[in-house]
């Protein structure tokens, strides 16, 4: 495996997916598994109440430097200057518009913040750390 890092210039061509924040364990960040009432992670076991799991930012982009084309994931809270609150303030946002909208999925985006989002990476070019 090669352990090298660098940063990396290059466009953003597409958003991959339009869920930008997941349950996250506070231990080992992994995606937890969430029910009505409880959650547990699969990777170091942690469980808890739902109503107590945090969130994680997680954005998902096909980027584009002079030369190739890569499928790259952003973690965490340097996406929060983007989105101008923390990931659990976006979640909350997102499932009160979904109830108020009458949405079923809760982890469903609404459609103008894939907009919003969008708007503010497609096309722009970033320096990215791999």
Not at 97 to 120: H, K, M
């Amino acid at each position: 495996m090669n352990s090298a890092r660098g940063l990396l210039a290059a466009s953003v061509i597409s958003i991959q997916n339009s869920c930008f924040v997941y349950p996250a364990c506070q231990k080992c960040l992994s995606r937890l598994i969430l029910d009505a009432r409880r959650f547990k992670c699969l990777k170091c076991g942690c469980t808890g109440e739902a109503k107590d799991a945090s969130y994680r930012y997680r954005l998902s982009l096909k980027i584009a430097d002079t030369n190739d084309v890569f499928d790259i994931t952003v973690f965490g809270s340097c996406l929060e200057p983007f989105f101008g609150v923390t990931a659990e303030n976006l979640q909350r946002c997102i499932q009160d518009f979904n109830q108020l909208s009458g949405e079923t999925n809760p982890d469903a985006s609404p459609g103008v913040l894939v907009q919003a989002v969008e708007t503010c990476f497609i096309g722009k070019r970033f320096i990215f750390g791999v």
